[in-house]
């Protein structure tokens, strides 16, 4: 069992920054990607980008287009998203998630934060 629990989300204006954090722990969890997820009100929850704990290799999203960045903190033994220059269309609620082989497939997910983003 891995339990991801999520920090860091609120309330911005556009053109901000923020940064998610997503602290990971149980059994066995360095064998997982850990990643992100989003879903805005009306829409499918869509994949925004993960780490390979073990291997550091990231992966996005197509539609973050380089805005967004997933990376590992190994001093708090954190995965965080790191958004910047947002805009009110990434007002989500953003979920971390671990899974072992697809983002297709995600084998456990967090309780979800809420971003918003005000124009």
């Known amino acids: 069992q891995v339990q991801l629990v999520e920090s860091g989300g609120g309330s911005v204006q556009a053109g901000d920054s923020l940064r998610l954090s997503c602290a990971p722990s149980?059994?066995?969890?360095?064998?997982?990607?850990v990643g992100w997820f989003r879903q805005a009100p009306g829409k499918e929850r869509e994949f925004v980008g993960s780490i390979n704990w073990s291997s550091g290799n990231t992966y996005y999203g197509e539609s973050i287009k380089g805005r967004f960045t997933v990376s590992r903190d190994n001093a708090k033994n954190t995965v965080d998203l790191q958004m910047n220059s947002l805009k009110p269309e990434d007002t989500a609620v953003y979920y971390c998630a671990a899974y072992l082989g697809s983002y297709e497939d995600v084998d456990y997910w967090g309780q979800g934060i809420q971003v918003n983003v005000s124009s």
């Open positions: 149980g059994r066995r969890f360095s064998r997982y990607a």
